[in-house]
């Protein structure tokens, strides 16, 4: 069989022809959950007070720690059956069962005082504040800025002062 050497050959010259390098079909396939068919990863959030996660996608798995905090962001980097492997701000992962998170998507303040705007600018007139560790839920993002609402207020802040999505994330509201 001579004609497969000559294929393999043909198959990566277009492989490495093709945008953005060398791309694999595992690093493809890596952008779509196998159990859900939704991106990965992704953003979501803590739907209860009291999750427990632990060290693999099952009960038999040993738990590592409880997250104590409704709402809190997450994002999700790996499925398996009813498990969702998930990485917090401070780059811990765990497995968690999927009931225990929402779609509903939040944001964490990590700035130390952060001012919601009336408009995507700096210069823009402050409408409230929130300090280091408030969760506040997410309306929209624009290239730096996202639209968040906490406790009635409702404003815009730069994404550099919170942590729950991608950097060149835009969403609409």
């Known amino acids: 069989m001579m004609f ?4 393999w050959a043909v198959a990566l010259s277009l492989l490495a022809m093709a945008p953005g390098g060398t791309a694999t079909a595992t690093e493809t396939e890596a952008e779509i959950g196998t159990v859900t068919k939704l991106p990965i990863p992704r953003y979501v959030s803590l739907r209860s007070s009291k999750i427990n996660v632990r060290r693999g996608p099952g009960l038999d798995y040993r738990k590592d720690w409880v ?9 999700i980097v790996d499925e398996y059956g009813d498990w969702r492997r998930i990485v917090d701000k401070d780059e811990a992962t765990g497995w968690v069962f999927h009931a225990m998170l929402t779609g509903r998507r939040t944001v964490l303040i ?3 005082t952060v001012f919601f705007r009336k408009k995507p600018r ?5 409408t409230a504040g929130a300090e280091r560790g408030v969760i506040a839920k997410l309306r929209q993002c624009q290239a730096e800025w996202c639209e968040v609402e906490q406790d009635g207020h409702r404003g815009w802040v730069l994404k550099s002062d919170v942590w729950g999505v991608e950097p060149g994330e835009v969403s609409g509201d």
């Open 4 to 7: 497969r050497p000559i294929l």
């Open 67 to 75: 997250f104590k905090r409704a709402g809190w962001p997450v994002k």
């Open 110 to 112: 990590t700035g130390d």
């Open 122 to 126: 700096v210069t823009a007139e402050a």
